[in-house]
């Protein structure tokens, strides 16, 4: 739902006009069109819940952009090429604002935009059963949220004046695909982690802004790759599977698993506290004059369950758990040790140097079962780190790859439900001693049903699992 800094692509055609203006000013254009051509309306609850919690968290700015939206001039019309689900979403706002507010305003002149806007809104109509049911659907919610008291005038003149859209409008219809194209299909600006960098970046507290490039520095030089990995399969699985929900594929409307607090802004919830003393002491620590002597420094002590601090924290804590992940992915007897200055015992390192070594390891279904093996691994060393790694280590490899030899094919579908059906990272979430996981006994495998997994086989064997 936002905007970033990233610069627009280039067009072979001709922009007839480029604009950022208010949302007011957006629908208080009759010319706009919803084309035929146009998919349905989808947006749903969600949506709506999320849009009206940007605008609460931001409203104290001076503007806040709220996406893009495109234009084909087709006539006397503009049809709308992109952004048709947020504009829609906003008239049906202005349209509860008007039936359930605007009669008890106080202040004059939001009754007179309202006013305004009730007369020279665009009708757009619907054929699609599914754009009616949304629109029922979403009119509801809306018409709940704007009737609340602490929707407050003050939330109402932000949401009209002060949240923001940028237009272009093209003369071409071509031209105006091949511009949404570029900037849905091309552009790396609708990626999810591009646009967390886009939100973080400007969460940013005003006191941290002389450490933005430094503290972004990490990011900027990591490939794109690395990044999707980190989020996708990792970081979004470990969070969502915690919590007991599905995690399948990491998309822009998961992005909000990854946005929490500005510690700046934020009220003082009693929740907060407990953040808001980490952060000040760690910083307050480490700017200390005792460090130019000692050289000691501390880290923000980051969990992955955690309540995300927006800005700065964001991307510290992308850096600490791209360090993380470097250990596990390529993780062996020998790495892990390095990491954790610990020596394993029993079948541990025996485990991990197999993983890296059975003859099916590159297969799909086996990279799928590696995953939950290396999440639920850095979930345990990220709350336990290496007291009793090596029994840990024992009871995951059986968590995980009893899976693996009981299956002939193993789809991404199969360790999600796999993960819900025997959720360790439940367990993990609410133990306080690692004694609380490892009280888990895994269960016994009765018939191989794999192939090139016969050194896997062989450690089941090894530890009375087969």
């Not at 006191?207 to 900027?220: G, H, M, S």
């Not at 336990?384 to 024992?394: D, R």
């Amino acid at each position: 739902m936002t905007v970033t800094s990233s610069p627009m692509p280039e067009l072979v055609g001709t922009v007839l006009d480029k604009k950022i203006i208010s949302v007011r000013d957006l629908l208080s254009d009759p010319d706009l069109n919803i084309p035929p051509y146009q998919r349905p309306y989808k947006w749903t609850g969600k949506n709506i819940q999320q849009l009206f919690s940007d605008i609460a968290i931001h409203k104290n700015k001076s503007s806040y952009r709220l996406g893009t939206v495109v234009f084909h001039r087709n006539g006397a019309q503009k049809d709308i090429v992109d952004g048709q689900q947020r504009t829609i979403s906003l008239r049906l706002t202005v349209r509860a604002l008007i039936e359930f507010r605007m009669a008890s305003l106080v202040r004059k002149d939001l009754k007179e935009q309202l006013a305004e806007l009730g007369t020279s809104m665009f009708t757009p109509s619907f054929k699609s059963e599914i754009s009616k049911l949304n629109l029922r659907d979403n009119y509801l919610e809306i018409s709940r949220i704007v009737s609340r008291t602490e929707f407050s005038e003050e939330h109402i003149d932000f949401l009209l004046n002060g949240c923001k859209v940028v237009t272009f409008t093209l003369n071409e219809l071509t031209e105006a695909f091949q511009f949404f194209d570029s900037q849905n299909a091309r552009g790396r600006d609708l990626d999810p982690h591009d646009l967390l960098k886009a939100y973080h970046l400007r969460e940013f507290a005003e006191t941290d802004q002389d450490l933005k490039a430094r503290t972004v520095a990490r990011w900027e030089s990591s490939e794109s790759n690395e990044l999707v990995t980190l989020f996708a399969r990792y970081l979004y699985r470990i969070r969502n599977w915690s919590r007991g929900g599905s995690a399948r594929y990491f998309g822009k409307d998961d992005v909000h698993l990854f946005k929490g607090v500005n510690i700046e802004t934020v009220a003082p919830y009693p929740y907060v506290e407990q953040l808001h003393i980490t952060h000040r002491f760690v910083d307050n620590y480490n700017r200390q004059y005792e460090r130019a002597i000692d050289g000691h420094t501390i880290k923000f002590p980051f969990r992955l369950d955690q309540i995300v601090i927006n800005g700065r924290r964001f991307f510290e804590m992308t850096a600490h758990y791209q360090d993380v992940v470097s250990h596990i992915g390529c993780c062996t007897k020998v790495s892990l040790e390095s990491l954790h200055k610990g020596a394993l015992k029993g079948n541990a390192g025996s485990i991990l140097d197999t993983l890296n070594d059975y003859d099916g390891r590159f297969r799909t279904g086996d990279r799928y079962i590696r995953t939950i093996f290396d999440c639920l691994l850095i979930y345990y060393l990220d709350k336990f780190g290496n007291v009793e790694l090596s029994p840990a280590i024992e009871r995951i490899f059986i968590w995980a790859y009893s899976l693996r030899l009981k299956m002939k094919a193993v789809q991404l579908a199969t360790i999600d439900n796999h993960v819900l059906e025997n959720n360790l990272f439940r367990v993990i979430k609410d133990a306080i001693r690692p004694e609380d996981f490892l009280c888990y006994i895994p269960p016994e495998i009765g018939k191989v049903n794999s192939s090139k997994t016969d050194k896997i086989e062989a450690l089941f064997r090894e530890m009375k699992y087969l």
